[in-house]
């Protein structure tokens, strides 16, 4: 049987392309090699997923993704935030906005999400098949003529969309072979690398803050000194390092310094200066002089902070506050406002949010996603040259798309 459309990958992507090419009338089949469809998609958001992001116009979602970001606003006028929002409450998937205009299915639960897509194609009459894996992609001449399964099985189609993901997280299926297809078609392919990654810290103290987290905290990174990035958001310890939303979205940076000194100076209370801060210490320890400082210290920072910094002050957590010098107090607003770790480097793509990295975007028509070098095949999600930060822009990406090249197809 040949088929109209066959896309190869079932994450979201995949998923709402198959199912808009089958809504505009074409007969679509989506192979997935996983066992069942949208691994990945499961644990996005903790397993929340994080939909999409509230912003501004289109224009302003595509400049989140910096110099690339311009191939995005034709695909997000077409299908972006509101529609997107819309097609999933139409199914019954509910959403709220959380901090930092973040889009989650109000139930909590990724596998809503899951649950409409998969309804959407089976309305769609789209086939879908799982433990399908793709061993090659056969062309005759300028043109796609069928993909062959690692069975051997030959399955023929009119037009393919290449949705496989990039290479983050590869205990979920996402192992790369898209950007091997592309590149044996003639494809050009931006190194894949790791993004979006936690940081891994030298610091020996680390591991005594393991699960503490951090809100609203404003993080410096240097490299040899010089400050490169800075951001205000949340962090969390880690038992190798540091991680969060905020650190997350810093790593690409950071990596970018790698290898070489790169230093982190956390302000743990952002909302004082330092004479502010100092003004506050001190008042604290004029109303307890008889406390304990770690006791004193404990109204400013979480309990798991405080031997930790005094141990790096230098100072006997059981010292009375009316005891402590002013030196003392001077050493302990530095480190409360530049609290310093040193980074080690950044994990694989095991622990990669996205890939950074991929399919070239001017092979690509930004319209459709249609191939510039042949004329029957798109491209569709991660596998393409774009990430952004944290906070359902990734996935808008996916449904944005996604969307265009289902649509595409089915002309």
């Known amino acids: 049987m040949k088929y109209d459309v066959v896309i190869i990958g079932g994450g979201p992507a995949g998923m709402i392309a198959a199912g808009r090419a089958g809504e505009c009338g074409a007969r679509v089949l989506l192979l997935e090699k996983n066992n069942r469809l949208g691994v990945k998609l499961l ?60 889009v989650i299915t109000e139930s909590d639960r990724a596998e809503d999400v899951l649950d409409a897509l998969i309804d959407y194609m089976e309305k769609s009459k789209v086939e879908v098949r799982s433990s399908a894996e793709v061993r090659s992609i056969e062309r005759s001449g300028e043109r796609i003529e069928k993909v062959v399964l690692s069975t051997d099985e030959e399955v023929l189609a009119d037009r393919f969309v290449i949705c496989t993901g990039g290479k983050s997280y590869p205990a979920t299926g996402s192992t790369g072979d898209g950007f091997d297809w592309a590149r044996a078609l003639g494809h050009k392919v931006i190194r894949p690398s790791p993004s979006l990654t936690p940081v891994i810290l030298k610091d020996a103290f680390v591991k005594e803050l393991e699960g503490l987290s951090l ?37 690409k940076r950071i990596g970018k310094e790698l290898p070489g000194e790169v230093a982190l100076k956390i302000d743990l209370v952002p909302a004082l200066d ?109 596998v393409l040259d774009l990430d952004g930060p944290t906070g359902g822009y990734n996935l808008q990406v996916c449904w944005s798309t996604g969307y265009c090249a289902g649509e595409a197809t089915a002309v």
């Open 43 to 102: 644990i996005t958001g903790h397993g929340r997923c994080n939909i999409t992001n509230k912003t501004g116009s289109p224009r302003e979602m595509a400049e989140k993704f910096g110099r690339n970001g311009k191939f995005l606003i034709s695909a997000f006028s077409r299908f972006g935030v509101k529609e997107v929002i819309g097609f999933f409450e139409s199914r019954g998937v509910k959403t709220k906005v959380e901090k930092n205009n973040r």
């Open 215 to 251: 809100r609203d905290v404003r993080i410096a990174a240097y490299k040899d000194n010089k400050k490169f990035d800075s951001n205000v958001g949340d962090a969390i310890f880690t038992a190798k390092g540091i991680s969060g939303p905020l650190i997350i979205n810093m790593s």
């Open 274 to 382: 330092f004479t502010e801060l100092d003004a506050r210490i001190r008042k604290d320890f004029e109303e307890c002089p008889n406390k304990h400082i770690k006791n004193c210290l404990d109204m400013l920072l979480p309990q798991k902070l405080v031997p930790v910094i005094t141990k790096i002050a230098g100072i006997d957590p059981e010292k009375k506050a009316h005891c402590v010098t002013k030196e003392e107090r001077k050493t302990l607003v530095r480190l409360m406002k530049e609290f310093g770790v040193h980074v080690a480097g950044l994990p694989g793509f095991e622990k990669a949010v996205i890939t950074a990295g991929g399919i070239e975007l001017s092979e690509v028509d930004s319209k459709t996603m249609r191939s510039k070098l042949i004329d029957n095949l798109y491209f569709a999600g991660e």
